[in-house]
Nanobody, 129 residues
Framework: QLQLVESGGGLVQPGGSLRLSCTAS????????IGWFRQAPGKEREGVSC?????????GDADSVRGRFTISRDYAKNTIFLQMNNVKPEDTGVYYC?????????????????????WGKGTLVTVSS
């Protein structure tokens, strides 16, 4: 069974840090691009960060998180991480990871670029004092 599971969410104060994990089972992440997305209450889902497959070595970040969030991977653990530093209240939302087979050189921050069958159920991040 192909599955992505997010973890690491929780309550964090503004300016704090959090590390999210996205662990795959049933398939190997090396040949997939991975995107992190988030959805705040009452808002549309938006792309946060993405990383291409092992051979391409490409990553990208949304303007709103650039310089604060870092995406990384540990293929031995079949896991992608999202390190969130200096978080802000507007970072609050449910964070999802998604996967898509890597066919080109890049990754995308558009949710429609990822297979509907390769999404996790999300982990909630709340930034509040």
């Amino acid at each position: 069974q192909l599955q992505l599971v997010e973890s690491g969410g929780g309550l964090v104060q503004p300016g704090g840090s959090l590390r999210l994990s996205c662990t795959a089972s049933g398939f190997t992440l090396e040949n997939y691009k991975i995107g992190w997305f988030r959805q705040a209450p009452g808002k549309e889902r938006e792309g946060v960060s993405c990383i291409s497959g092992k051979r391409q070595g490409v990553s990208g970040d949304a303007d709103s998180v650039r310089g604060r969030f870092t995406i990384s991977r540990d293929y031995a653990k079949n896991t992608i991480f999202l390190q969130m530093n200096n978080v802000k209240p507007e970072d609050t939302g449910v964070y999802y990871c998604a996967a898509e087979p890597q066919y080109g050189p890049n990754c995308e921050l558009t949710q429609y670029s990822y297979d509907p069958g390769y999404w996790g159920k999300g982990t909630l991040v709340t930034v509040s004092s």
